[in-house]
């Protein structure tokens, strides 16, 4: 396994726990996990950032860091991995993700603006 596939991998096991933490109750833990994972997730989208040949790889890093980065609320972090991811030649369906993360992240950025804070259901529901 490369180190790029190791790192993706224990950010999406901390992904996973922190989804596992979010089902048992365990509030104060999920926000550490998605941190952690997020954090691993920006390791691996950086290290193949500048290799536009690395398709679908490099936009799907990117992608996932970037979901990771709205469920941390980094939504200026998130924009950037977009444009990043964007401006590559991504398949069309990470595409097609990638702007509906773009749709997702300005529209909580319109409600931020306006003083409108989402219950977690209700940021569920945007995100779905």
């Not at 200026?76 to 997702?104: H, M, N, W």
Request: glycine share 2%.
């Amino acid at each position: 396994m490369s180190k790029l596939q190791e790192i993706h991998k224990k950010a999406m096991d901390l992904a996973e726990q922190a989804d596992l933490a979010k089902l048992r109750g365990h509030t104060e833990q999920v926000q550490d996990f998605l941190r952690q994972a997020l954090s691993l997730e920006l390791e691996a989208a950086h290290m193949i950032a500048d290799d536009l040949a690395a398709e679908p790889t490099r936009s799907v890093l990117h992608r996932s860091a970037a979901s990771l980065a709205i469920e941390c609320d980094e939504l200026q972090t998130a924009e950037k991995l977009i444009a990043r991811a964007l401006a590559g030649s991504p398949p069309s369906d990470v595409e097609e993700e990638l702007k509906d993360l773009f749709l997702q992240i300005n529209v909580l950025n319109y409600l931020n603006r306006q003083g409108i804070e989402l219950t977690e259901s209700q940021r569920q529901c945007l995100a779905s």
